[in-house]
């Protein structure tokens, strides 16, 4: 009801409108529905397993490549020092280290709207959708960190046993040299 408000010159009082109040809370949904997320959910969670698997096949790959290269590596230098050995060229001291909102309605004029968030929070299939998305990505890239410290672990194994096959062939050929520079 408008109140009236009287005028200082004797004139009957005049009506002042008030505004409308509206109160909207929103109602408390049921969670989604998994009959209708669930296979989007599993489409989504086979595509990023597929992707696991592809990930992990090719870090065997990987691997494999890395032992290729080190033994091809590790048979040309052995090449190299047994033919060093025999001839030295000057220079040649390389070592394998080195190398690598309304519509249809019109709006109330004068309308104080309060929208009340409810209570507990739901989830939206969209959230839900996100949340599983950032968990695959964060393990994805820990299996990522893995799969380098093992390359890293793989490649330091395999120069030191590198290594300690070159000092054995190493002495052999010079013992070989040896014997032959001292021989008949």
């Known amino acids: ?39 989007l959910l599993d489409a989504l969670e086979s595509s990023q397993a597929q992707g696991e698997l592809s990930l992990s096949e090719s870090a065997v790959q990987e691997f494999d490549g890395l032992t290729d290269t080190v033994l091809a590596e590790v048979l040309a230098q052995v090449q190299s020092l047994a033919g060093s050995v025999a001839s030295p060229a000057p220079g040649d001291n390389a070592s394998f280290e080195q190398t690598g909102f309304l519509t249809g309605r019109q709006p109330l004029e004068q309308a104080v709207v309060r929208v009340v968030e409810p209570e507990v929070p739901y989830a939206t299939v969209a959230s839900l959708a996100q949340d599983l998305e950032e968990r695959r990505s964060i393990s994805s890239g820990l299996v990522r960190a893995r799969l380098l410290e093992l390359d890293l672990s793989l490649l330091k194994r395999e120069n030191g046993l590198v290594r300690r096959a070159l000092g054995v062939v190493s002495k052999r050929l010079l013992a070989q040299v040896a014997s032959a520079a001292s021989g008949p």
């Open 1 to 39: 009801m408008p109140d009236k408000i009287a005028n200082a010159g004797g004139d009957p009082p005049v009506a002042v409108p008030q505004p409308t109040v509206v109160t909207v809370e929103v109602a408390q949904t049921l969670p989604p529905d998994a009959s209708a997320v669930g296979p």
